[in-house]
């Protein structure tokens, strides 16, 4: 997904980057690249907020954002430093669901 669209048309997408911005599509892929106990950013977006392409991969876009275009974002260790419910794996599948009923909501497909 680019960033191109106007906001209010683009689909609300979860994502889970490493502190530097880049993507990675599971818990799992973030912890065998960065460790069980990395920092990443998880987080719900669209549109001048949303991951784009880079370099080969996906990456969250640096600058200026437009406003309303993040509903939000959690920076935390891979593990929940040992709590389950805080770990990244269960925070991803909360974003995913947020962005789910955002887009069922607006009536935008994701």
Request: hydrophobic residues 45%; charged residues 20%; proline residues 3%.
């Amino acid at each position: 997904m680019t960033n191109q669209q106007t906001s209010n048309d683009s689909p609300w997408v979860a994502y889970l980057a490493s502190v530097d911005g880049w993507v990675y599509q599971s818990a799992e892929d973030a912890a065998d690249d960065l460790g069980g106990d990395g920092e990443v950013r998880i987080g719900v977006a669209r549109g001048t907020c949303a991951p784009i392409e880079d370099d080969g991969g996906l990456r969250l876009p640096d600058g200026v954002h437009m406003a309303g275009d993040q509903v939000f974002e959690l920076e935390l260790y891979i593990d929940g430093e040992g709590n389950e419910a805080e770990s990244a794996a269960v925070r991803f599948a909360q974003a995913k669901a947020m962005a789910a009923g955002l887009n069922a909501a607006a009536g935008v497909a994701a």
